[in-house]
């Protein structure tokens, strides 16, 4: 994440690719946001939508450490 908004700072390219990914993201997420307007109001759906894109970085994160060091053996 950090890497990313750095390069976005430098690169009109990558900001286009941050907001695009974060776009394709809340609309995968829709009924879930949807559902937590509804129910908590805007300041949770944010919650949830900050929430679940950490747990996504990290789970990939994981995926790849663990493919790294899989080849390296």
Known sequence: AIAGSTACLFDLRWACFVLSVLT???AANYY???QAVKT???MFA???F???LIISLCIVSGAVYGKLL???K
């Open 24 to 26: 394709l993201r809340g």
């Open 32 to 34: 879930l946001l949807s």
């Open 40 to 42: 908590k109001g805007c």
């Open 46 to 48: 944010t919650y949830c």
């Open 50 to 52: 900050v929430t679940g």
């Open 70 to 72: 899989w080849t390296r």
